[in-house]
């Protein structure tokens, strides 16, 4: 069942190599990968329709123009989608979010391009207006154990992200999805090449940076490992209609 509309868009990075994928993704985007017998983006897409968004720019740059031949305005799954090409030098992860902002509005999900993340949306968008703060990010509780931790995450606060320096503290872990007011990236300039995680660190430390714990665990196609963990998890829940019926 589809929920009511959420009222923001949802920029999806999809910009990047992907060179722990290869050789698979030397000729395609990680985004068209198949998983689940449809290209990864399609399952994100869809379950992020059902989640009520409306609203959706994909930010491209290697290969990318395939993913734009293959998902085109988005009307086939009840969505508008725009693009935002990085152009001739990748930006970064928050190079791209800076690039698209024309697209984006004053508040807006940023949501990795190989995370699917069985999440509530709804409630995510309405912990970070009452946050009161710039952005907010999701967590999990990690322990070390899908990946290396690296958030301190207390009283509905970010308090440190490093992704280089993991200290005792942190136990917890980039869930893959935030929200941001576009005044934190407004400052730059369009073609700044910039890293997202450079931009969360700075807003934990300025105490503008909201955390949500996510209540179930994340999946990904960063890794071959992930690649084969999502497929046989999508390809064992598919529908009547094709698409994936994974509980929450």
């Not at 576009?182 to 700044?192: E, I, L, M, Q």
């Amino acid at each position: 069942m589809q929920k009511r509309d959420i009222g923001l868009p949802v920029a999806i990075l999809a910009g990047g190599l992907a060179t722990r994928l290869r050789p698979l993704t030397e000729r395609i985007p990680k985004v068209l990968l198949e998983v689940g017998g449809k290209p990864f983006l399609e399952h994100q897409l869809i379950y992020l329709r059902n989640q009520g968004f409306r609203d959706v720019i994909v930010c491209i740059g290697h290969l990318g123009e395939m993913i734009c031949d293959r998902f085109g305005d988005g009307s086939r799954y009840g969505l508008r989608i725009q693009y935002s090409a990085d152009g001739p030098d990748l930006l970064g992860t928050g190079g791209a979010v800076v690039r698209a902002l024309p697209l984006l509005g004053d508040a807006f999900f940023v949501l990795y391009g190989d995370s699917y993340l069985l999440i509530d949306y709804q409630d995510v968008a309405a912990a970070f207006f009452r946050s009161g703060r710039q952005a907010l990010m999701t967590v999990f509780p990690n322990h070390n154990r899908w990946d290396t931790s690296n958030v301190e995450f207390a009283n509905g606060l970010i308090r440190k992200y490093d992704k280089k320096t993991p200290l005792p503290e942190m136990r917890y872990i980039d869930y893959g999805l935030s929200v941001y007011r576009a005044s934190v990236f407004s400052k730059y300039p369009a073609n700044t090449v910039l890293d997202l995680s450079g931009v969360m660190s700075r807003l934990a430390e300025q105490g503008e940076l909201a955390g949500y714990e996510a209540p179930t665990r994340f999946y990904e196609i960063g890794s071959h490992a992930g690649l084969r963990e999502l497929d046989a998890l999508l390809s064992s829940h598919q529908g009547a209609s094709g698409e994936s019926q994974v509980p929450e």
